[in-house]
C-alpha cells in the first residue's frame, strides 16, 4: 500500500499517455492498481517468469482471487458507475485464463516501472518478459527504462563537459601559480605571498573538484552500463517472446507482428552503446571490465537483430517454390557501401543444435537461397525477401525403429556479413526458424493449444469448455474413471500423434483434427451457438440426461470414430423406465445430403435439447424450407431422415434399399434416408 501511495502522488504529474502505458486500460487499468492496492503489494510478483511453465497453476490462482476481489468490491460499491465499472474490468481479465503467466508477469513489470519512477529499483531474479495483450502498446513498459538510460547517458556527458572546463580552469590557475613564484623569490613581498597562498587554495580545490568529478564519472559510467546490461536482457527477451507469440500464431493465436517498436528500441540501445564507448574512450586510460562488458553487449545486439518477418511454410515439399522474409532492426545503422547478402541454407536438427559455427556438412539443397538486404524508406524496415526458394534434395538420416519420415525435422538457417556504422570489425549474423518441439508437455498447455487450434481452425470465439477438457484427457490419457484435475499430467508426443488410441486404429491427433473439419465445413454455426455439447464422455453423458424427460437429447462428437457427430437422447424403455440412446454419427458425407438442422427435425423421438430447450424453436433457423413443384409434371422427391424401426415400418419403402449401417453392431441406433412422394402432386399428375 505504501509504494501505490506514493505513486498515485506522483502520478498526478504526469500525462495521460505515461499513465495509460504503466496501467494499460485494455489489460491491466488503473482501477485495479488502486482497489486492490494493498493485497497487490502482498504478493511475490517478483518470482514470476514467463518460461517457468510450472508455476502456471500458481499464476491462475493469483489470476482468480484478483477478479474474484474486484467482483466482490464492485458487488460493495454504492456508486453505480465505479460498479459497473469494476465488473466490466474483472470479465475483461478473463481473457487471461488462457495463460495466466502472462498476467503475472505484466503485474510484476508494473510494480518494477512504479519502483523506477520512484527511484528505488527492485533487483529482478529474472529478466522481465513481455507479451503481446489486444490494444496494449507494444513497447510497454520498456521504453521509460531506455528513457532513464539516456538521462543516465547524458549526465555522464554533462560530467565529463564540467571536468573538462574545471581542468581548462586548472591549468590557467597552474600557470598563473608558475608565474608568481618569480616575484616572491625576488623581492618578497607580503601580497604576493597571501596571492600565491589564495591561488594554492583555489588549484587544491579545483584539483579536489576534478578528482571527485572523475570518481562519480566512473561510477555513472558502470550505472550506465549495468543499466545498459538489464535494458538490452529485456529487449532479448523480447524478441524471444515475440518468436514464440509468430510461432504460436500457426495454431491461431492473436500475434501483433509489428516490429517497429522493438526495432526503435534496438536502435535507441545500440545509440546508448556507441556514445558510452566514446566516454570510455575520451577518459584516456582503459578500463578493461567496462570496454569489455560493452563490446559483448555489442555483438549480442548486433547478432540477435537479425529476425525471420515472414515464415516459410512449415512443411515445404521439395521441387515446390516458397517464399520469406528476414528482417534486419538494425537496418539503418548498417555501413553504406559493400551490399549485405543474405544467405539461407537447410541444417537438420543436430546442426540446429550447435550453431557455434557455420555447419559444414550440407544435408541439402536450396535453389535463389541468397537476397539483398534492402531498405524501405516509407516502412523504415529493411528486409531481405526470399521470392522463388526452392527444395532441390535433400538429404535423410537413417531412421531407427518405428521413425517416420515427418518426424526428422530441418531448419532454414540464414547468415551473412554485417558492418554497423561506428564499429571497427564485421559480424557474422545468422537466425533460424524455430521448430524445437518438446517430448512431453503439461495437459493445461496441450488443452489451451487445442482450444485455440479449434477456435482458429472453426473460425468461431465459442471455446471448449471445462467438460470438452476433461473429456479429451480422459481419451487421450486412456483414463475414462478419473475425475481428478488431469492439468499437470505430462502429455508425450506419442499419445498425441503417433500411438493409436485403445481400440481404434486412429490416434488422438486424427481424431480431433477430424471432428475439427467436421465442424468447419457443416457445423460452424450450430456449434458458435452453443447448440452442440461437443466432446463428453459416456458416464458424464449418462449422469446429466438420467434425470431427464423423454426425448431430451445433445449432440457430441463421436468417440468411436473419425469426423462424426450424434445425437444422444433419453428413451422410454419396454417396462417404463428411461435408457440413453445414441443414433448412428452423421459424418461429413450424410451432412451433405441433408443438414444436420434438417436430420434434427426429421427424427420425431427427439423433442428438447439439454436442459430443456424445445427443438422446434433452437433449431428453426437451420431447417430447410420445401421446395417448390417442379415444372414439367415430374412427382417432387424429398430426403428424410429415419432411426431405428421408423426406417423399416413406414410406407411406402424407399424407391432404392439402402444397405445396412455398418455402425449397427456398435450400439448405435441405424439411420436411413427415405425418398418421400408427393401423392396429391402424383394424383393431379395423373388427372391430367
Given at each position: 500500500m505504501a509504494q501505490w501511495l506514493r505513486i498515485s502522488q506522483m502520478l498526478q504529474c504526469l500525462p495521460d499517455d505515461t499513465i495509460n502505458n504503466l496501467y494499460p486500460p485494455s489489460a491491466f487499468p488503473i482501477e485495479v492498481r488502486h482497489f486492490l492496492a494493498e493485497w497487490i503489494e502482498r504478493q511475490r510478483w517478483d518470482d514470476f517468469a514467463l518460461e517457468n511453465v510450472e508455476q502456471e497453476s500458481q499464476a491462475r490462482a493469483l489470476l482468480d482471487q484478483t477478479i474474484s476481489m474486484l467482483q466482490s468490491i464492485a458487488q460493495q460499491n454504492g456508486n453505480v458507475v465505479d460498479r459497473m465499472k469494476l465488473m466490466q474490468i474483472s470479465r475483461n481479465m478473463t481473457m487471461f485464463q488462457q495463460d495466466s503467466l502472462q498476467f503475472t508477469v505484466?503485474?510484476?513489470?508494473?510494480?518494477?516501472?512504479?519502483?523506477?519512477?520512484?527511484?528505488?529499483?527492485?533487483?529482478?531474479?529474472?529478466?522481465?518478459?513481455?507479451?503481446?495483450?489486444?490494444?496494449?502498446?507494444?513497447?510497454?513498459?520498456?521504453?521509460?527504462?531506455?528513457?532513464?538510460?539516456?538521462?543516465?547517458?547524458?549526465?555522464?556527458?554533462?560530467?565529463?563537459?564540467?571536468?573538462?572546463?574545471?581542468?581548462?580552469?586548472?591549468?590557467?590557475?597552474?600557470?598563473?601559480?608558475?608565474r608568481l613564484q618569480g616575484p616572491i623569490?625576488?623581492?618578497?613581498?607580503?601580497?604576493?605571498?597571501?596571492?600565491?597562498?589564495?591561488?594554492?587554495?583555489?588549484?587544491?580545490?579545483?584539483?579536489?573538484?576534478?578528482?571527485?568529478?572523475?570518481?562519480?564519472?566512473?561510477?555513472?559510467?558502470?550505472?550506465?552500463?549495468?543499466?545498459?546490461d538489464q535494458c538490452q536482457t529485456r529487449l532479448i527477451s523480447r524478441l524471444k517472446a515475440w518468436r514464440w507469440d509468430q510461432h504460436k500464431a500457426t495454431i491461431g493465436q492473436p500475434f501483433d507482428e509489428n516490429l517497429n517498436p522493438l526495432q526503435t528500441w534496438c536502435e535507441q540501445l545500440l545509440g546508448v552503446n556507441g556514445k558510452l564507448r566514446q566516454e570510455l574512450m575520451l577518459i584516456g586510460e582503459p578500463i578493461p571490465e567496462l570496454e569489455e562488458r560493452l563490446g559483448k553487449l555489442l555483438q549480442v545486439l548486433i547478432e540477435s537483430s537479425l529476425v525471420v518477418d515472414r515464415q516459410p511454410p512449415q512443411v515445404i515439399k521439395t521441387q515446390s517454390k516458397f517464399s520469406t522474409t528476414v528482417r534486419y532492426l538494425l537496418g539503418e545503422k548498417v555501413a553504406p557501401g559493400k551490399p549485405v547478402v543474405l544467405k539461407a541454407q537447410i541444417i537438420n536438427e543436430l546442426q540446429a543444435r550447435n550453431l557455434s559455427s557455420v555447419p559444414g556438412d550440407n544435408v541439402g539443397e536450396l535453389i535463389n537461397n541468397t537476397a539483398i538486404l534492402e531498405h524501405n524508406t516509407s516502412s523504415k524496415s529493411t528486409c531481405a525477401t526470399f521470392r522463388n526458394m526452392s527444395i532441390k534434395k535433400i538429404k535423410r538420416a537413417d531412421r531407427k525403429g518405428s521413425e517416420s519420415v515427418t518426424e526428422e525435422k530441418f531448419a532454414l538457417l540464414f547468415s551473412t556479413e554485417i558492418n554497423i556504422t561506428g564499429c571497427d570489425t564485421p559480424y557474422r549474423i545468422q537466425d533460424r526458424v524455430p521448430f524445437m518441439v518438446s517430448e512431453r508437455v503439461p495437459w493445461r498447455m496441450m488443452y489451451s493449444t487445442l482450444n485455440s487450434k479449434f477456435t482458429s481452425e472453426v473460425l468461431t470465439h465459442?471455446?471448449?469448455?471445462?467438460?470438452?477438457?476433461?473429456?479429451?484427457?480422459?481419451?487421450?490419457?486412456?483414463?475414462?474413471?478419473?475425475?481428478?484435475?488431469?492439468?499437470?499430467?505430462?502429455?508425450?508426443?506419442?499419445?498425441?500423434?503417433?500411438?493409436?488410441?485403445?481400440?481404434?486404429?486412429?490416434?488422438?491427433?486424427?481424431?480431433?483434427?477430424?471432428?475439427?473439419?467436421?465442424?468447419?465445413?457443416?457445423?460452424?454455426?450450430?456449434?458458435?451457438?452453443?447448440?452442440?455439447?461437443?466432446?463428453?464422455?459416456?458416464?458424464?453423458?449418462?449422469?446429466?440426461?438420467?434425470?431427464?424427460?423423454?426425448?431430451?437429447?445433445?449432440?457430441?462428437?463421436?468417440?468411436?470414430?473419425?469426423?462424426?457427430?450424434?445425437?444422444?437422447?433419453?428413451?422410454?424403455?419396454?417396462?417404463?423406465?428411461?435408457?440413453?440412446?445414441?443414433?448412428?454419427?452423421?459424418?461429413?458425407?450424410?451432412?451433405?445430403?441433408?443438414?444436420?438442422?434438417?436430420?434434427?427435425?426429421?427424427?420425431?423421438?427427439?423433442?428438447?435439447?439439454?436442459?430443456?430447450?424445445?427443438?422446434?424453436?433452437?433449431?428453426?433457423?437451420?431447417?430447410?424450407?420445401?421446395?417448390?413443384?417442379?415444372?414439367?409434371?415430374?412427382?417432387?422427391?424429398?430426403?428424410?431422415?429415419?432411426?431405428?424401426?421408423?426406417a423399416s415400418s413406414d410406407t411406402p419403402p424407399p424407391l432404392t434399399p439402402l444397405p445396412e449401417s455398418p455402425h449397427s453392431a456398435v450400439g448405435f441406433p441405424s439411420v436411413s434416408e427415405d425418398m418421400d412422394l408427393d401423392i396429391d402432386k402424383l394424383l393431379e399428375s395423373l388427372h391430367q
Open positions: 505484466m503485474v510484476r513489470e508494473i510494480l518494477t516501472k512504479e519502483r523506477v519512477l520512484l527511484g528505488t529499483p527492485a533487483q529482478m531474479p529474472n529478466p522481465p518478459q513481455f507479451q503481446q495483450y489486444p490494444n496494449i502498446e507494444s513497447s510497454f513498459p520498456n521504453m521509460q527504462d531506455v528513457d532513464h538510460l539516456v538521462l543516465k547517458v547524458i549526465e555522464v556527458q554533462d560530467i565529463r563537459q564540467k571536468m573538462h572546463q574545471l581542468q581548462e580552469e586548472l591549468n590557467w590557475e597552474r600557470q598563473n601559480y608558475e623569490q625576488q623581492n618578497g613581498l607580503d601580497h604576493t605571498k597571501s596571492e600565491i597562498q589564495k591561488l594554492q587554495n583555489h588549484i587544491q580545490k579545483l584539483e579536489y573538484n576534478v578528482k571527485a568529478m572523475a570518481t562519480k564519472r566512473f561510477q555513472l559510467l558502470k550505472e550506465c552500463v549495468d543499466c545498459l465459442h471455446n471448449l469448455d471445462q467438460y470438452n477438457q476433461h473429456f479429451l484427457a480422459q481419451k487421450i490419457f486412456d483414463k475414462p474413471d478419473f475425475a481428478d484435475d488431469f492439468s499437470n499430467i505430462l502429455v508425450t508426443w506419442a499419445q498425441f500423434n503417433k500411438e493409436v488410441l485403445p481400440g481404434r486404429p486412429f490416434t488422438f491427433w486424427q481424431w480431433f483434427e477430424g471432428v475439427m473439419e467436421l465442424t468447419k465445413k457443416h457445423l460452424r454455426e450450430y456449434w458458435s451457438e452453443g447448440l452442440i455439447f461437443g466432446f463428453i464422455g459416456k458416464q458424464h453423458l449418462h449422469l446429466i440426461l438420467k434425470d431427464r424427460p423423454n426425448g431430451t437429447f445433445l449432440l457430441r462428437f463421436s468417440d468411436s470414430e473419425i469426423g462424426g457427430i450424434t445425437i444422444a437422447y433419453v428413451s422410454a424403455t419396454d417396462n417404463g423406465g428411461q435408457k440413453i440412446q445414441n443414433i448412428q454419427p452423421f459424418t461429413k458425407r450424410d451432412l451433405e445430403i441433408r443438414s444436420l438442422g434438417d436430420r434434427i427435425r426429421d427424427i420425431d423421438h427427439i423433442t428438447y435439447l439439454y436442459p430443456e430447450f424445445p427443438k422446434h424453436e433452437v433449431f428453426k433457423k437451420f431447417y430447410t424450407e420445401p421446395q417448390a413443384s417442379p415444372v414439367g409434371g415430374y412427382i417432387p422427391v424429398s430426403l428424410q431422415t429415419k432411426v431405428g424401426t421408423e
